[in-house]
């Protein structure tokens, strides 16, 4: 229903900017790709059709999945800088996700009583761009590619290491993406690198 809820927020809601993105758990079934890669379709035309991606943001079509200049594999994810999660003890955590941990022990960085320990958070410094994962090192699109440090702690016990129960749905994602941002581009009589750099 990706389609018919941007809508409605744009018809009925009014609301100029949504942010959404699928979850990263091992959830995706066979065939889910295409029917989300058709859904965002849907969406790319309805805001291209009625002249809404004028003046709408969808978080879904994100630029920095097909333009990426340095080439490395890099996370949007806040997950222990911008994201600290309070429990209903007061314990704090790099985000909601380390816990709801239901493989690991639960990852905490201090209390609201003594505050953050920044040393449990430095981890978080560095892992938006390593991943010994060569499916992530030789996707075409692994610019912009959003994961889970959570989920990859869970699973794999490392932040240092990504999932790939997503993959999938990230590369349709990227591909309707490229799709909003040639129409774009042809109906503005530009390159798609100058839609995609906005100017």
């Known amino acids: 229903y990706i389609s018919e809820s941007i ?3 744009a ?6 900017q949504v942010f959404m993105n ?5 959830i995706w079934e066979n065939g889910d790709p295409d029917i989300y890669y058709e859904q965002l379709i849907k969406t790319a035309d309805f805001l291209l059709d009625n002249d809404r991606y004028v ?5 879904i079509f994100d ?15 806040g997950c222990g800088n911008c994201m600290i999660a309070v429990d209903p003890n007061g314990d704090l955590f790099p985000c909601l996700r380390f816990r709801t941990l239901s493989k690991q022990a639960y990852w905490g960085c201090g209390n609201i009583q003594q ?12 892992y938006h761009n390593m991943s010994k994962n060569t499916k992530c090192l030789d996707c075409k699109y692994k610019s912009g590619c959003a ?6 702690y869970d ?11 997503y993959c999938d749905m990230h590369i349709k994602r990227a591909e309707a993406c490229k799709y909003f941002f040639n129409k774009i581009a042809k109906k503005e009589n530009k390159t798609l690198e100058q839609v995609i750099n906005f100017e």
């Open 7 to 9: 809508k409605f927020f």
């Open 11 to 16: 018809d009925e809601l009014h609301l100029d």
């Open 22 to 26: 699928t979850v990263f758990e091992n």
């Open 55 to 59: 003046d709408m943001y969808v978080s």
């Open 63 to 77: 630029p920095s999945l097909l333009y990426n200049p340095d080439g490395a594999p890099k996370s949007w994810c």
């Open 115 to 126: 505050g953050v320990d920044y040393n449990k958070l430095l981890p978080f410094k560095f």
């Open 147 to 152: 994961w889970c440090p959570g989920n990859c």
């Open 155 to 165: 699973e794999l016990g490392t932040i240092f290491d990504r999932t790939t129960f």
